[in-house]
């Protein structure tokens, strides 16, 4: 099985700054890479999938970099409703199998 | 837009199956290349892929559940569902319900998700 491993476990920052979240995996997975929000009481919300492409309707400060084991999610000007959880997510194509990372909580 | 809907019980005995249905509105569970999953969240231990179901009936399950489940699709319905037997308390978490587009290999829409806990 494929792990995948976020870092910071937190990151607290301010309105306006910049945030750059990683996540790690053990073994290549290409670009098969997405990044989701998920805020309190919520299911997750697509970002960012194929490590660097945005979902329909996502703002264009969420930016996806990365490919084989390092990604990146950038937000670029934080916004008050950005404060959330992130997750990574990787699918491999055989056996077919998706992992999620543990978390990152973005917090003022 | 497709939307997804969980139902079923809330408090599930040890050792009894868990089920659920996944309920799909605003488009077809039909449509080629869409895969349907089920995820759970344990409050400890993040996010979990159970398995999907592809409207032909074609299953494959996360291999460290695949002993107890079961998904089933009833396209008349357009719905999906979940069986999970010989629950324990480690089975207590939020189930989610989910769209799979190979095109992305990632999961949207999402349904709300629904909290079932295993307690006697």
């Known amino acids: 099985e494929i792990v995948m491993t976020q870092s910071p476990d937190t990151l607290s920052v301010s309105p306006g700054e910049r945030a750059t979240l990683s996540c790690r995996a053990s073994?290549?997975?290409?670009?098969?890479l997405a990044w989701y929000q998920q805020k309190p009481g919520q299911a997750p919300r697509l970002l960012i999938y194929?490590?660097?492409t945005r979902a329909t309707g996502i703002p264009a400060r969420f930016s996806g970099s990365g490919s084989g084991t390092e990604f990146t999610l950038t937000i670029s000007s934080l916004q008050s409703e950005d404060f959330a959880i992130y997750y990574c997510?990787?699918?491999?194509?055989?056996?077919?199998?998706?992992?999620f990372g543990q978390g990152t909580k973005v917090e003022v | 837009q497709v939307q997804l809907q969980e139902s079923g019980p809330g408090l599930v005995r040890p050792s009894q199956t868990l089920s659920l249905t996944c309920s799909v509105s605003?488009?077809?569970?039909?449509?080629?290349?869409?895969?349907w999953s089920w995820i759970r969240q344990h409050p400890e231990r993040g996010l979990e892929w159970i398995g999907y179901?592809?409207?032909?009936?074609?299953?494959y399950y996360n291999p460290s559940l695949r002993s107890r489940v079961a998904m089933s699709v009833d396209t008349s319905k357009n719905q999906f569902s979940l069986n999970l037997t010989s629950v324990t308390a480690a089975d207590t978490a939020v189930y989610y319900c989910?769209?799979?587009?190979?095109?992305?290999?990632?999961?949207?829409?999402w349904g709300r998700g629904t909290l079932v806990t295993v307690s006697s």
């Open positions: 073994q290549s997975v290409v670009t098969n």
């Open positions: 179901i592809y409207y032909t009936g074609n299953t």
């Open positions: 997510q990787q699918y491999d194509n055989w056996p077919p199998s998706w992992t």
């Open positions: 194929r490590a660097s």
């Open positions: 605003g488009g077809s569970i039909s449509r080629e290349s869409f895969y």
């Open positions: 989910a769209r799979e587009w190979e095109g992305t290999r990632a999961f949207d829409p």
